[in-house]
């Protein structure tokens, strides 16, 4: 009898404590994109080129070599960047709160979700930070906005976000607005 009342606390104990650790965790950050960190930036209130249909704001222009990018938020949740015949963007609010951090990069594993373009263009977008990595272009860099960039392993690292998050991110960032 006090075996069976034994397992039963265990049962009654365990199996809530097993259900919630599967159970998927949305980080409440996510479920308010207009409450990014990202999205209250100044941004750029000047720049040469157009922004893709999907973006409602530009944050940080980087120019690498024949690249000459835009980085845009949108406040529904989209994260993009734009080159000169091309675009891509990613919905953070459909990573569904996995966390990540770019390799190269430093500060804190936060829900993020990647993607790349022309081969040679990554872009990896969190709730207070944009990463974005350049392979094989290393020719008069220049940021503007709200980035600091830095020449490594033959490309560029950049991040767009805060101050705070660009020290966290990119420490030695040598890149910084203006040249």
């Not at 409440?28 to 000047?46: E, F, H, I, R, S």
């Not at 560029?156 to 203006?178: H, I, N």
């Amino acid at each position: 009898m006090i075996d069976r009342l034994a397992r039963a606390v265990v049962a009654f104990l365990v199996l809530p404590a097993l259900g919630a650790c599967s159970a998927p965790t949305v980080n409440p950050l996510l479920k308010n994109p207009a409450q990014w960190p990202l999205v209250k930036l100044k941004g750029l209130t000047d720049h040469p080129k157009s922004l893709p249909d999907e973006a409602e704001r530009a944050l940080a222009q980087i120019t690498v070599g024949s690249y000459d990018l835009i980085a845009w938020i949108h406040s529904s949740g989209l994260c993009g960047l734009s080159g000169s015949d091309w675009s891509t963007y990613v919905d953070l609010t459909k990573s569904e709160g996995h966390p990540g951090r770019e390799e190269g990069f430093s500060g804190p594993v936060e829900p993020a979700v990647g993607s790349s373009s022309e081969g040679k263009v990554s872009l990896f977008c969190t709730p207070t930070r944009m990463l974005i990595r350049v392979e094989g272009e290393t020719s008069k860099p220049f940021v503007s906005g709200d980035a600091v960039a830095q020449l490594v392993n033959g490309g560029l690292d950049a991040v767009v976000g805060s101050r705070e998050a660009q020290q966290e991110s990119l420490p030695g960032a040598t890149v910084t607005r203006g040249g």
